[in-house]
């Protein structure tokens, strides 16, 4: 019953009027403005498309196949721009059903070598659907990493010169259901899986960490490859935005790097963090700050650009990571923040004073200026209790 079901949703919406751009979403140049992103956002987060789940979550895939068709990328499988997703009914496999689509185009490399090489750029469009007649927009989560996505490949497919590696841009579905979009492409890759060089995921782009780290964008996953952790040293970010650097083991698995790390892939994750409105009805689009998702976009454009045409390609790290300090000052920071501005992030008093003697412990170590690695698995366990109880 669930495989019928599925195919009836999914084809009800292949057999409905395709998805038209309109508007700032149909313009197409060089530029990352506030305007195409607000629109992209507004246009994904609108009732239209039910809130991007089951015809919904289809109807979003198409927009962003009309996307990739206007700038004229090439489809990222061998028949088109769409990868279904297959699901395996009471672990019987003679009964296959489709619950979604994972969506890629392509800008092949101009190096007649290195185009064997890729780098995938992704982000998920999918998100809760509609529950007890309540619809959840998810604007930030994630119609702003979707909206990144369609102008960082817009930049790079009308600029005159494309990168020596071919970048490839995802859009996942059914992230939230498990990450099965990602597993999925992960063990059913288009190409050649070790040929790809690095992974770059986004989710949630548009907002603040608890409300209180307004300039922030969090990068997780340079402990993975040395050659990552410098080129962020040697990206700067855009003016009015500061990134907090953290290894991904401090929030476990949050979205689709997950089935690439497990692989060996090394990778990148961009989020500004969980907020009161984080898989709510509230998370909506007049609530995203434009000016920062610009910054990033223009960041992230800069960071996959280096990836596509250094010499110097990330290699895998197997050792675990090592200290850092700049974790602790990132940490530190969200703490010391919300601490200061419970009018942005209200807590109780039995959390004011959990919190209290994790930041004392983490100015401590600040101003010793030196990490032990006892004190990082302090810090990881510590990380991801916050995000369970506090954030």
Known sequence: MASLLTGAWLALTLTAEPVALNGAEA?????????????HVYRLASEEFLGRRGPGAARAGQYVTAAFERVRLQPGFADGFYQPIPWLVDGDSQRRGFVGRNVAAVLPGRDPVLRQEWI????????????RGQLFPGADDNASAVAMLLEVAERFAVRR???????????????????????????????????????????MLGRSMANVMDEYVFVLGSET????????????????????????????TRSDYGPFRDRRVPFLFFSTGQHPDYHRPTDLPDRLDYDKLRRISLWIFDLTERLANDADVPVWRS????????EVRTVHCLIARTLARPDRYPITARQRQQLREVEDKLAAILARGQVTTE???????????LLATVY
Do not use: C, N, Y
């Open 375 to 385: 004190e990082r698995h302090w810090l990881v366990w510590t990380s991801r209790w």
């Open 319 to 326: 050792e675990a990571p090592s200290p850092d300090l700049e």
């Open 27 to 39: 313009e197409v140049s060089e530029d990352i403005r506030v305007e195409e992103l607000k629109a």
């Open 120 to 131: 995938i750029l992704s982000a998920h469009h999918d998100h809760l659907g509609r529950d």
């Open 225 to 252: 490859a040395p050659q990552l952790r410098r080129l962020l040293e040697r990206t700067p970010a855009p003016e009015g935005l500061s990134v907090g650097r953290l290894g991904a083991d401090l929030v476990g």
């Open 161 to 203: 010169e494309a990168p020596r590696r071919s970048v490839m841009f995802v859009s996942f579905d059914l992230e939230e259901a498990g990450l099965q979009g990602s597993t999925h492409f992960a063990t059913h890759p288009p190409r050649d899986f070790r040929k790809l060089r690095a992974f770059l995921t986004a989710d």
